[in-house]
């Protein structure tokens, strides 16, 4: 039980006649990346609140880092990006990060240390002095980030970190969370898209109208991971640079095609192509049994437009 | 306790930074100032008037300036209605609309460290605000006329009572209700204390008991309108309370208990308000 980050048994949520969440019942172990995975309205946001507190569960239990709902020595160890988050704007950066790290309680000296640390992780070191407002949403959602990981949590939720994030973005969030899982913090992430983000997930979960319809390990494949990239124009240089990341480097069609060791490798590519000023037009890495599930559990409830 | 104070300094940064203090500010100064300009009209009247051939009693000439002052004081006092309830009116809806209060709520501090928080906060601003404004009426009446308010600090004392009852009612509300129907609700509750507390004069006035218990009654339902009543009855020499119906005449005393009943029902609202947001989904 120990080694359990998240223990849930029937969580239900009602909101008067509204069933928000039927019945979650799951188990996240510690310092796993889980991904929550599945289409708008499924209950995502209301789950999340009910493992952070937010939200008082109509019935169930559920215990998060060994301690019951909404203990606070357990949020003293956890760290949360809301979704539609609207922070308060009229503070610069830094300010915003002294509020929060005082209210997880960290002396003024090491948290000094740590906001830096975090502003140039995030890469806002130059922008720590500007005021919130003038920050654009890719902005927010990595300060925002920085704001969750103030406390070297255990655990980390992340409510649809990647929408609104341009490809740069969404790849910061990703080695983000690469960094993450290297230090052993567990990360509870949300999500109704399948990007580059999704797929770097210990584990996911499928839910659909308020219930857990599938949970699956995504387990490296045997012999690596396959990578797709499109990119602006290929040439010899490039192919030949891409072998330092992986094996069988070969063009098919418009992609390049390659087959990497693990996922981490993905964010290095990415880094070292851009370095080399290539277009990056597509990168991520095949899952194709995850993608298939994916659109077969999204697939009833995406109407398009 | 760390938390509340912090919850506490991030209010104030927030009245600062949304420049709620500026345009109280500027408002505040703005009054000081007609007051000032008026108040020496009007003395410079009075005083042009008697002096120093034909001086009017001394109590005469009290009882003038104890009237203008008291005008000041009225508009001070419903200044300080005005900050009470509207500051912070948005403080606990406007975060939890905007979910802002997520990231608060989600750190290891209890929810009441965050309602105290910025109770503490605002209650800074009400006495800054009060001191203040109050301050300037009483300094300027003292620089120009060299008068001097009886028993002002009573005054003040009960005037704050009052604007901390409504401030507290106004963060009761935004436990539960949306901005405006909060902003809604308080102001309606001063109004029927209002009320409440011209039918108790007139209902002494007239020997309407019927009129006076009504207007008890509305003064231990929301005590803000016999606190004024129980300031300017302070501040008022014995001739000029005596005026039946202004805003500062004082036909029906309120009793002293109402001090206490203010106290209590602080305390109350604030439990509530914890309570209230203690059990309340974010
Ligand atoms: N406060 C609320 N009151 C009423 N219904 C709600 C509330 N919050 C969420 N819901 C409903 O519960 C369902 C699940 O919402 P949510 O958890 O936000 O889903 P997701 O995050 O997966 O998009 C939706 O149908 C939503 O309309
Ligand atoms: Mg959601």
Redesign the pocket.
Known sequence: MIDLAIDTRGLR?E??A????EDLTLTVSRGEVFGFL????????????MLLGL?APTAGSARVLGAPLGDRKARARMGFLP?HFHFQDWLTGREFLRFHGRLYGISAGPLGRRIEELLKQVDLLDAGERKLREYSKGMLQRIGLAQALLNEPDLVFL??PTSGLDPLGRLLVRDMIVHMRARGTGVFL?S?LLSEVEVTCDRVAF?KR?AVVRQMALAEQGGGVDVEIRLGKTNAALLAGLSQFGRDVRVDQDRVRMKVKDEARLPEIARWLVGQGAAIYHLGAERKSLEALFLEVMGEDERPG | MNGIITIAHLTLHEVRGRRVALAALILGVAFLAIFAIGFNYIYSDVTGATSPTSPIPRIQYDIALNFIVMAGLYAVNFLIVMMAVLTPIDTLSGDIRSGSIQTLVTKPIRRVEIVLGKWLAFWVILGVYLILMAGGVLLIVRVIANYTLPNAAQGMFFIFLEGTVLMTLSILGGTRLSTLANGVTVLGLFGLAFIGGWLEQIGAYNGNPTAQNFGIVASLFVPTEALWRLSAYYMQPPLVRDVPLTPFSIVSVPSVWMVAWAALYIVAALLIAVRLFNTR?L
Not at chain 1, 18 to 21: D, I, L, Q, R, S
């Open positions: 949520k909101y008067g509204k069933v928000a969440v599945g289409p708008n309205g499924a209950g995502k946001t209301t789950s999340m609140k939200v979704e409510d649809e949300n109704h839910v308020g | 989904d």
